[in-house]
Nanobody, 129 residues
Framework: QLQLVESGGGLVQPGGSLKLSCVAS????????VGWFRQVTGKEREAVSC?????????LNSVKGRFTISRHNANGNDTVYLQMNSLEPYDTANYYC?????????????????????WGQGTQVTVSS
């Protein structure tokens, strides 16, 4: 079972930045893609970005140029970051980290929610003045 733990959410003013972290543990040899999703109460959960183990990434159009996903594996810990710049009030949401298993060597990841089998508990991001 893959465990995902998010951190880094908080309150930030419009135009500000936050960096979210997702620590994945439980699958030491399997390859998996990690994605970030966000959800506002009463609305559908939407995909923000994803990254494969090989470094391939995808972004929601509205965050391109503002958000950057990265992945760092060291000492057996796999951490995926989401650097969020130029934040706006419409970015306010609960942000979730999620993952799905990949065929070994796969470069691409998908933003399609149905692929993701493992989910974290979420971290709240609020953009407000």
């Amino acid at each position: 079972q893959l465990q995902l733990v998010e951190s880094g959410g908080g309150l930030v003013q419009p135009g500000g930045s936050l960096k979210l972290s997702c620590v994945a543990s439980g699958f030491t040899d399997a390859e998996y893609a990690v994605g970030w999703f966000r959800q506002v109460t009463g609305k559908e959960r939407e995909a923000v970005s994803c990254i494969s183990r090989q470094g391939g990434s995808e972004y929601l159009n509205s965050v391109k140029g503002r958000f950057t996903i990265s992945r760092h594996n060291a000492n057996g810990n796999d951490t995926v970051y989401l650097q969020m710049n130029s934040l706006e009030p419409y970015d306010t949401a609960n942000y979730y980290c999620a993952a799905y298993l990949l065929v070994s060597g796969s470069y691409y990841c998908t933003l399609r929610r149905g692929f993701y089998d493992f989910w974290g508990q979420g971290t709240q991001v609020t953009v407000s003045s």
